[in-house]
């Protein structure tokens, strides 16, 4: 009973011995496996195909919004002083101590270097003994020139009178020569005749005019010697009085002297406590030296306040669209923010580094205090023109043709172009003051040129 059973087990399970296959067979098997896999494959996606919607070009696609957009331009600039200045020393004096050292903090009154006291007083006592001088030697020169000139003027009297009787004087010697010529030919005559009477009184006539030359004679070398002497006196007193423009000269030497010993006393005085500062400031050079004779005029320091600061920035081009003076700044020095007020845009341009026009601008600070430091990189945000309440877009969504400006949108699905007219920007958003209402899908970026009408698929972006 028990090994019938068993032979029927065996049939029902149709137990028999497995044949081993080749591996040329189970390549060939592997084979038509994996080519009914791909063929099914294919059957599925054709009908996938057959039976799914068309896709279409997606595009980003952003909200229009109403907001406030405000106007910036950030930049960054060098602070420095509004308010520099080089002291010159006002006199020339020995420096006898430099109180301070470059970068020194300074306030107003605070004395900067001290000058030699006793070098002081003997620069005013010289300058004042130069005054005297020149006082004296103006004094002098005038008294003398007033009389020259007295002496002069009567030298020139007498040479005039001298000169009228030396004429006069010559003019009777001259006749009495030729009287006594006459008479001698008279006398010669009467002798020749016999008239002895005659020829006595020609002789007589003679004799007295003779003696009346004689004595003419030597009144006109008197008068000569006179006019001669007058004429030297005249001369010299001439050369030695002075002309009207010597006068001028001595004049001003007199006043300059004067002048200078005012201005040395003044500078004394000015300077006999300390040189000190005008006003509160770095100090940011120093050329004094310590026991040193300083010229006047000489350079001594420079102090920069550091209470009327600003900001130098360069502005390009685009920046002056949005850059008026006026407008008010957020300044960040060293982590700290002040106030800060544009107070001057350059009308030239200048090239920069990179060889761009750029434009120089200011922007003061309005509440400075001890933490800021000269010649520091300066962060600026100037603040611009605010539009609130207005229809925005972003900015990379605006696009410029040759009709304007104008953005791509979206409706029940298709492209859409609108024509728009825009305001100011921020660093994101575009103000749109018509064209759009504000409900629009606005396409971000038509990166693959789709044209108006085109069917797309808009992806919130």
Not at 62 to 72: D, F, P, V
Not at 152 to 175: C, F, M, P, T
Request: hydrophobic share 35%; glycine share 8%; charged share 30%.
């Amino acid at each position: 009973m028990k090994m019938k059973w068993k032979k029927n087990k065996d049939e029902v399970s149709g137990n028999k011995e497995k044949r081993i296959l080749t591996p040329a067979e189970k390549k060939k098997r592997r084979k038509k496996i994996i080519i009914g896999v791909v063929a099914v494959c294919i059957v599925l996606f054709m009908v996938s195909r057959m039976f799914a919607p068309e896709v279409l070009p997606m595009v980003t696609v952003r909200q229009a919004q109403t907001a406030t957009i405000e106007q910036t331009v950030d930049t960054s600039g060098t602070v420095k002083t509004e308010l520099k200045k080089t002291y010159f020393s006002p006199l020339s004096a020995q420096i006898a101590e430099c109180k301070v050292t470059m970068g020194d903090a300074v306030s107003a009154g605070e004395v900067l270097l001290a000058y030699n006291g006793e070098d002081l007083k003997n620069r005013e006592a010289e300058a004042s003994l130069q005054n005297e001088e020149a006082y004296y030697t103006y004094q002098d020169t005038v008294g003398k020139s007033n009389a020259d000139a007295a002496e002069y003027g009567r030298s020139s009297h007498d040479v005039e009178i001298l000169e009228q009787q030396v004429e006069d004087w010559k003019a009777n010697v001259r006749s009495l020569k030729q009287y006594i010529t006459d008479m001698n030919c008279f006398l010669r005559e009467a002798v020749n005749d016999g008239h002895e009477n005659d020829a006595e009184e020609y002789q007589n006539k003679i004799d007295q005019a003779t003696n009346e030359l004689a004595l003419r004679e030597e009144e006109l070398a008197d008068f000569q010697s006179d006019l001669s002497e007058q004429k030297g006196i005249k001369s010299s007193t001439e050369d030695s009085m002075l002309t009207a423009n010597g006068k001028k000269q001595i004049e001003a030497t007199k006043e300059l002297a004067a002048l200078k010993a005012e201005k040395v006393k003044e500078a004394v005085s000015q300077v006999s406590e300390g040189l000190k500062a005008d006003f509160g400031g770095i100090v940011t050079d120093i050329k004094a030296v310590e026991g040193s004779v300083v010229e006047e005029g000489g350079e001594l320091l420079t102090i920069e306040s550091n209470e009327d600061v600003c900001v130098e920035v360069s502005l390009s081009k685009s920046d002056l669209e949005k850059v008026h003076e006026g407008q008010k700044a957020v300044v960040t020095i060293v982590g700290k923010e002040y106030e800060g007020t544009v107070t001057r845009v350059s009308k030239s341009a200048t090239k920069n580094d990179k060889g761009a026009s750029v434009v120089a601008g200011e922007i003061h600070i309005d509440n400075p205090d001890a933490d800021i430091f000269l010649g520091v990189e300066a962060k600026v945000k100037i603040q611009g023109e605010v539009a609130e309440n207005a229809v925005a877009v972003p900015i990379e969504a605006v696009n410029v043709g040759r009709d304007g400006s104008f953005v791509y949108i979206v409706e029940n699905g298709v492209m859409a172009v609108r024509n728009v007219e825009t305001g100011i920007a921020s660093m994101e958003l575009i103000e749109i003051k018509s064209g759009l209402t504000g409900e629009e899908q606005i396409v971000l970026n038509n990166n693959m040129g789709l044209e108006e009408g085109a069917q797309v698929t808009p992806v919130e972006g």
